[in-house]
């Protein structure tokens, strides 16, 4: 089993920055890549951002493309998103997610483990 717990969300003006951080435990061998998801109220759970263990081959949503960042840290076992020039619309609980399966990319339906989620709010 695996578990995750994210940290960094906030409060934060339109066009300020944020760094979420995900730090994973357990059987953290297992898993083939990490990403990041969103969901906003009222709004059905989007993917933003992810990334491959070994490789680091990353994928982002068309809407957070050239803001967001996401890294990893495999020592640490930790998977980071950096956002900048943030936006009203990017309001929402991240949570981050792993998958021990090589094509799950983007589909949250395809990943394993979730964390708990962390709020950022962007005020306008």
């Known amino acids: 089993q695996v578990q995750l717990v994210e940290s960094g969300g906030g409060l934060v003006q339109a066009g300020g920055s944020l760094r979420l951080s995900c730090s994973a435990s357990?059987?953290?061998?297992?898993?083939?890549?990490m990403g990041w998801f969103r969901q906003a109220p009222g709004k059905e759970r989007e993917f933003v951002a992810a990334?491959?263990?070994?490789?680091?081959?990353?994928y982002y949503a068309d809407s957070v493309k050239g803001r967001f960042t996401i890294s990893r840290d495999n020592a640490e076992n930790t998977v980071y998103l950096q956002m900048n020039s943030l936006k009203p619309e990017d309001t929402a609980v991240y949570y981050c997610?792993?998958?021990?399966?090589?094509?799950?990319?983007?589909?949250?339906?395809?990943?394993?483990?979730w964390g708990q989620g962390t709020q950022v709010t962007v005020s306008s």
């Open positions: 997610a792993a998958t021990q399966r090589v094509i799950a990319r983007t589909r949250g339906s395809l990943y394993d483990y």
């Open positions: 357990g059987r953290t061998f297992t898993i083939y890549a």
């Open positions: 990334i491959s263990w070994s490789g680091g081959r990353t």
